[in-house]
C-alpha cells in the first residue's frame, strides 16, 4: 500500500515546478512515516545554506534529505508527546531571519529576487521552519534533559580514556576589567542634538525621506543597509529607553523626540505595529571623542592602576568606584565568557584589543590603559585589565579541569542516546527512498531496508 502511495503522489506531483527561475519538475523523494519529503525542499534548503550558516557536509543530495528526514523522526514523536511550539518566540525568530537575509543580500528585492519568492511566501516558509525549529529542540531537551553524571561516574569515564584520547585543553586566561567612557564635551552633545533636529524637520516637511537620511548619517551599521529599518521586534529585544519611545509612536509620518541610549542619541519612525511587535526605523548618531578627551580617560585610568599597584586600594575597591562596565561592575570587574558560561577564556575569545594586551602578561599584573570597542555598545572605552588566573595548553585532569571534563562526558552520553534513538525510530518508522536517490553514504544507513 504504501509503495502505490509513492508512486502515485509521484505522479500528481510531476507537473509543480521548483519556483518561478527554475525549470526543474518537483516531486516526492523520500517518504517517512506518512510524510513526503519533496525535491524542492531539498533545493530550497541548499539555496538557503550561505545564509542560514549551514555547512552541508558531503553531497547536498544525500546529507539534506536525510537532515529533514531525521527531523521528521522527532516531529512524528513530538506529535505523539503533545509538544508545541513557543509562537512568540518562532514570530521572533522568523523576523531576526529575515533582516539577517535583507542586510547580508542587500534589500527586500533582492531577497525576493534570490528566493523567487516575495516576502509574504518566504516569512510564511521561514515561520514553519522556526516552529519545527522549536518543536525539534523541545522534542531533543526531552529526550536528553535529565541525563547528567555522578562525580564517581565523570572520574570512572576519565580512568577509562587512553592516553591519546584524553581531550586538550588549550590556553586560557581569567581577567578582570575596569573600564569607562571618556567624558563627551558638552558641545558636541549639542552638535549631535542639533543635527538631528534638522534631520527631523526635514523629514516632518517632506523635503527629505527617512530612510535616506538613514542610510547618509546613521551610525547603526546593519540597519543603515535598510535605511534605518530595524524589521519587527518585541519590546524585550529593544533596549527600555528606546522601547518606551518606539512602542508609543502612532503617526508613521510622524518621527520621534530625540532619545538617548547606551548606542548614542536616536530619532525614530514607525512603519507598522503588529500585536505586540512594531517595525520601525531609526538614525543613531554617536558622540565624537577628541583625542585629547581620550588622552584625558586614559590618564585617569593610569592614575587608578598605579594606586592599585602600590596598595592604596585593591583593584576590587577601584571597579566598585570607577568602572561603568555594568556587566562586571557588580562582579569585583571578572569577564565572563558568555560562550562557555565560565570566567575562563581562550584568548581567541576575548576582544582583540584585550586578547593583545594581556597574552604576556602575568597572574597578578595590571594592564597600561589601551583604547577598546565595547562589544556590547560598539563605543569606544579605555580600559585596564588584571590577570587573575592563567593556565597554558594542557591535556585535561580531574583536578583543573572536572567541569569541562562532566560536560563532555554528559554530551558524549547524551549524543549516544540520540544516536541508538533514531537506530530504534528507523526500524519502527515505514521509509521509502526513490532509488535515484539512494545512492549515498548516510550518516544512519539504516534508512535503506
Known amino acids: 500500500m504504501k509503495q502505490i502511495f509513492f508512486f502515485f503522489f509521484a505522479v500528481i506531483t510531476t507537473a509543480i515546478t521548483l519556483n518561478a527561475q527554475s525549470n526543474i519538475v518537483d516531486e516526492v523523494i523520500w517518504i517517512v512515516g506518512d510524510d513526503a519529503i519533496f525535491r524542492s525542499e531539498v533545493e530550497q534548503q541548499r539555496i538557503r545554506a550561505p545564509y542560514d550558516g549551514t555547512v552541508i557536509q558531503g553531497d547536498p543530495y544525500c546529507s539534506i534529505p536525510e537532515e529533514i528526514a531525521l527531523n521528521k523522526l522527532f516531529l512524528h514523536q513530538a506529535g505523539l508527546d503533545s509538544i508545541t511550539a513557543n509562537e512568540s518566540m518562532v514570530t521572533n525568530r522568523v523576523e531576526m531571519q529575515l533582516n539577517y537575509y535583507i542586510s547580508q543580500i542587500g534589500s527586500k528585492e533582492k531577497v525576493e529576487e534570490y528566493f523567487g519568492k516575495n516576502l509574504s511566501e518566504l516569512r510564511e516558509d521561514l515561520r514553519t521552519m522556526a516552529r519545527e525549529r522549536s518543536i525539534i529542540e523541545q522534542m531533543h531537551q526531552k529526550l536528553i534533559g535529565d541525563i547528567t553524571s555522578t562525580p564517581a561516574d565523570v572520574r570512572r569515564f576519565f580512568r577509562s580514556l587512553p592516553d591519546d584520547s584524553i581531550p586538550p585543553v588549550p590556553a586560557q586566561v581569567e581577567l578582570q576589567i575596569i573600564s569607562f567612557e571618556p567624558a563627551v564635551p558638552v558641545e558636541e552633545i549639542n552638535r549631535i542634538k542639533e543635527q538631528l533636529r534638522q534631520f527631523s524637520e526635514r523629514i516632518t516637511s517632506g523635503t527629505t525621506e527617512f530612510s535616506v537620511l538613514a542610510r547618509l548619517y546613521s551610525e547603526d551599521a546593519e540597519s543603515v543597509k535598510r535605511g534605518g529599518e530595524l524589521g519587527f521586534m518585541g519590546r524585550g529585544q529593544l533596549v527600555p529607553e528606546f522601547a518606551s519611545v518606539a512602542f508609543n509612536l502612532i503617526d508613521p509620518k510622524k518621527v520621534s523626540r530625540i532619545v538617548q541610549t547606551e548606542f548614542g542619541y536616536h530619532i525614530i519612525q514607525l512603519i507598522e505595529k503588529r500585536g505586540d511587535r512594531i517595525n520601525c526605523r531609526h538614525i543613531l548618531m554617536k558622540p565624537h571623542i577628541s583625542l585629547a578627551d581620550k588622552n584625558k580617560a586614559i590618564a585617569s585610568l593610569d592614575s587608578i592602576a598605579n594606586l592599585v599597584r602600590i596598595e592604596k586600594m ?116 515505514y521509509i521509502s527512498i526513490d532509488p535515484a536517490w539512494q545512492n549515498c553514504e548516510f550518516q544512519y544507513p539504516g534508512w535503506i531496508k
Open 314 to 429: 585593591t583593584f576590587e575597591q577601584a571597579v566598585l568606584y570607577f568602572s561603568q562596565d555594568k556587566n562586571t561592575a557588580m562582579n569585583a570587574g571578572l569577564m565572563l565568557n558568555e560562550k562557555s558560561g565560565t570566567s575562563k577564556f581562550e584568548y581567541q575569545h576575548l576582544p582583540p584589543e584585550v586578547a593583545k594586551v594581556v597574552y604576556d602578561m602575568n597572574v597578578g599584573e595590571i594592564s597600561k590603559p589601551f583604547v577598546m570597542i565595547d562589544q556590547k555598545t560598539n563605543k569606544e572605552v579605555v580600559a585596564i585589565v588584571k590577570v587573575k588566573s592563567k593556565t597554558e595548553n594542557h591535556k585535561a585532569n580531574l583536578t583543573d579541569d572536572y567541569q569541562m571534563l562532566r560536560s563532555y562526558y554528559e554530551n558524549i552520553k547524551k549524543e549516544q542516546f540520540l544516536k541508538n534513538w533514531i537506530v530504534r525510530k528507523q526500524k519502527e518508522t
